[in-house]
């Protein structure tokens, strides 16, 4: 038998596919109107459209949305821009990304989808960036020690990865 529709699943795919338009060849740079959607989208429960909505950012000019990382509250919209930022401007934006990261009080999440997101943004920064100066180093390495070990293998392996990259003396 075919398989039900899920409901309010016809306007998810809609909104997915708005999002979606951004990413083809020769598209227009988002209007504020249409950035400010894609932001928003980025804390939806829909993971199809979030990432939609990352992948969305990731093709706007940097400069028009990466001042809103500072005071954006919303921690799963967070994780998907730092993502983001990291993806297409780690070199220029390592000590914003690393901030935001290490702000966040990681132990009292619930999520270990956003937990590892959190780290995933701390590993692409990283990666694309190279080793941070002395002070961020430090501070990195502090934030590492408060949270690991950590509740899950997997988040383990990711901040056994950061510290090792980092020389990390534990």
Known sequence: A??????GGARGRQARRALEAHLLQGAAAATQSELDTIWTSLGSSDRGIRHAARAALEKQPVAKWKGRLAGETNLVASTAAMIALARVDAKNSAEQILDKATGIDYNQIGSRQTRLDILRSVTLTLTRSGQPDAKAKAKLIQW???????RTPEENRDLSA???????PF
């Open 2 to 7: 075919p398989a039900g529709s899920v409901p």
């Open 144 to 150: 590492l020690d408060e949270i690991y070990p950590a």
């Open 162 to 168: 950061i510290a090792a990259f980092l020389k990390a």
